[in-house]
């Protein structure tokens, strides 16, 4: 894909000379296929170098598979040497996975069941280093399954900012539920784990929670993803402003069959660039209120001063999920 993406504009980087000459600028875009080219590069050599520190990851499981209502717990070795001043963040998540479509249309849609996030201390384990987890899972949780359209699975991710390449890693854990599960395993080393966040708090940029004698409210303000939808902005106005300075100059002068057929490659940037725009206007703007109260949930959407409001009966509802960037709670 990258040497793709390097060598499939080489003809158009080899004529910007000739068409700077000619005040055509637009062929100014075909840099934009070497950026990407080194972007990937860059995305390749990143995971390289991770895998050639870190190696393999070996998992051991105690008890093995884990436990729904009882311990998930076990001992990871690699070969990279972490110091023991590093901290590893490890997180145990339970997912709803759904996949829908297929080919190019293929979507998978994750929802976070359930989480739990520990600081990890590495200890040394000969040449390389050892980690050692051990959480507590409640009763009431899926079992993980074979993976098809409808499933839930059980993940380990692990995350250590180490000068150089980070570890980076996420595990699939076998976990299963049974009437009465295991309650021994593994007894971590009183030095392997340095704490547990139960439940990370959402940062005030993101979500307000409000509570009252009446009801609850969740307010998610338009600013939450301002910096993403600006950016987005960005490149969706330079992907409309390319294919207009093309066509502009098309219609200006006499131009071949040739030179349209680049005008049709503008086409395909203008279409990009409206869905960037609308994109970034959306992420940039929109805001979101969920008030539950007097058995009866709204909410009001808003962008750009206009809003779409709903509503609906508790009685009507089975679940309540509240999401912030990847991470959930729920009730029932």
Request: net charge neutral.
């Amino acid at each position: 894909m990258t040497a793709m993406f390097a060598l499939l504009p080489l003809p158009g980087l080899l004529a910007i000379p000739k068409e700077l000459a000619r005040d055509n600028y637009p062929i100014l875009l075909v840099l934009l296929f070497p950026l990407a080219a080194l972007w990937l590069g860059y995305l390749f050599a990143k995971a390289y170098l991770g895998w050639r520190r870190f190696g393999m990851l070996e998992l051991w499981l105690d008890p093995h598979p884990g436990q729904v209502g009882g311990p998930v717990a076990g001992t990871i070795v690699f070969q990279g040497r972490l110091s023991s001043q590093d901290r590893v963040q490890a997180q145990l998540l339970c997912k709803h996975v759904r996949i829908t479509g297929s080919g190019k249309n293929r979507r998978r849609s994750e929802t976070i069941l359930w989480e739990r996030t520990q600081t990890l201390v590495p200890l040394a384990a000969g040449r390389g280093t050892q980690l050692q987890f051990r959480f507590e899972t409640p009763a009431g949780l899926p079992a993980s399954e074979e993976p098809g359209s409808n499933y839930h699975e059980w993940e380990l991710h692990l995350l250590a900012e180490v000068p150089g390449v980070d570890l980076d890693r996420n595990l699939a854990i076998p976990v299963e539920a049974n009437a009465m599960p295991l309650t021994g395993g593994l007894r971590p080393d009183p030095r392997a784990i340095l704490a547990e966040d139960p439940a990370a708090p959402i940062p005030a940029r993101v979500a307000r929670l409000a509570s009252s004698g009446t009801g609850l409210t969740l307010h998610y303000p338009a600013s939450r993803l301002r910096g993403m939808g600006l950016v987005t902005l960005i490149f969706g106005l330079l992907f409309l402003l390319a294919p207009a300075l093309l066509w502009g100059e098309l219609l200006e002068e006499h131009r071949s069959l040739f030179d349209w057929a680049g005008g049709l490659f503008g086409l395909i940037f203008a279409l990009v660039g409206r869905g960037l725009v609308l994109g970034g206007l959306y992420l940039a703007g929109n805001s979101l209120t969920v008030t539950i109260g007097n058995g009866e949930l709204f909410s009001r959407r808003s962008l750009l001063g206009l809003a779409r409001t709903r509503h609906a009966h508790l009685d009507d509802i089975e679940r309540i999920e509240m999401s912030t960037g990847g991470s959930s709670t729920q009730g029932t």
